[in-house]
């Protein structure tokens, strides 16, 4: 079992920056694909940016590319989100997830999710 916790996420002004941080634990998750998503009010969970077991491959939603930037320390057991730019259409729930296969990731079911934490930008 995998245990995701997020952490990070507040309130910041439109242009701002946030970093979250996902620290798993239970086993390591150096062999896993990892992904941000989040979820605004109303809307479906999407992806956000997704990351390989070696950090070598990353993927980003068009929303956000150019201005998140998904990092990983497998010796931390953490992945990363920097949030640069931010914009208030950014508002959402962020969760982290993990999954043996990027097609777990892609399809936007993990077998892993954390729990969220909330980033609220203000315009």
């Known amino acids: 079992q995998v245990q995701l916790v997020e952490s990070g996420g507040g309130l910041v002004q439109a242009g701002g920056s946030l970093r979250l941080s996902c620290a798993a634990s239970?086993?390591?998750?150096?062999?896993?694909?990892m992904g941000w998503f989040r979820q605004a009010p109303g809307k479906e969970r999407e992806i956000v940016a997704a990351?390989?077991?070696?950090?070598?491959?990353?993927y980003y939603a068009d929303s956000v590319k150019g201005r998140f930037i998904i990092s990983r320390d497998n010796a931390e057991n953490t992945v990363y989100l920097q949030m640069n730019s931010l914009k208030a259409e950014d508002t959402a729930v962020y969760y982290c997830a993990a999954d043996r296969t990027s097609r777990g990731i892609a399809a936007g079911a993990p077998a892993y999710w954390g729990q969220g934490t909330q980033v609220t930008v203000s315009s």
């Open positions: 990351i390989s077991w070696s950090g070598g491959n990353t």
């Open positions: 239970g086993r390591t998750v150096s062999s896993d694909y």
